[in-house]
Every structure is written in structure tokens, then in C-alpha cells.
């Protein structure tokens, strides 16, 4: 496995990924019917597929592991609470405001990835 392959085409995923849950965020909240169209239900699970598998190979071209390594298991504990939020914020949520909130903390869940994959440190804000 090429390392520098694998690497772009986690950070496209990961784009993409953040790309169709801000779309369908901003769909959920003016209740845009474009949120029920197939496509919305099924290019987000293949890209988040790509996106896993991704992260994996990386893990292991680098040799790093969850429960191993501390910035990994903070990924994988906070990816848990996204995914969580996320489905709060498109299914789940009893109300439009739940399903707001829980949007809105599933980016910050997000951001706080994307800065702990780059300070490779479970407290990238501390730093």
C-alpha cells in the first residue's frame, strides 16, 4: 500500500464526508425535501466506507492503533459520538431543534477530529 495514496484519498473522503453532512444539515434544517432523494441515502454510507477503510490502512502503514496510541483512541471515541449526534441530527432527533443541536455538536465533534488527526494529541488545544 502507497502511503501518500492512501493518504489523499482519506483527506478527499474526509471532505467529502464533512461536505454531505453539512449539506444535509442545512437540508434537515429549512426541511428541504432533497434530504429524502436516494442518492442522500446511500453516497454518504459509501463515502464514510472509503473513509474507514482509509483511516485503517493508514493505521496500519504508520503503525499506530487504537487503544495503543492515545490521539488514535480519541478519533475513534469522538468518530463514535459523531456518528451518534449525526444520526440524532438527521433521523432520530424528536424535534427540529434536537436535530439542530445535535448538527451543530456533531461539527464540533468533527472539528475536534480533524484537529486531533493533525496535532496527532488527544488535547490538540492545550498545545
Given amino acids: 500500500m502507497d502511503y ?62 487504537p487503544l495503543a496510541d492515545g490521539w488514535l483512541t480519541a478519533k475513534l471515541v469522538a468518530l463514535i459520538v459523531y456518528i451518534g449526534l449525526g444520526t440524532v441530527a438527521l433521523k432520530r432527533g424528536r424535534t427540529r431543534g434536537t436535530r439542530i443541536a445535535a448538527w451543530l455538536a456533531a461539527l464540533a465533534v468533527f472539528g475536534y477530529m480533524l484537529a486531533v488527526a493533525r496535532a496527532h494529541d488527544p488535547l490538540p488545544f492545550l498545545g
Avoid at 6 to 30: D, E, P, Q, Y
Fill in 4 to 65: 501518500s495514496l492512501v493518504k489523499h484519498l482519506h483527506l478527499a473522503t474526509v471532505a467529502v464526508s464533512l461536505a454531505l453532512f453539512v449539506l444535509r444539515g442545512i437540508w434537515m434544517i429549512v426541511e428541504s425535501a432533497r434530504l429524502h432523494a436516494r442518492w442522500v441515502r446511500i453516497v454518504p454510507h459509501v463515502n464514510d466506507t472509503l473513509l474507514l477503510a482509509s483511516g485503517i490502512g493508514l493505521a496500519l502503514l504508520i503503525g499506530q492503533y
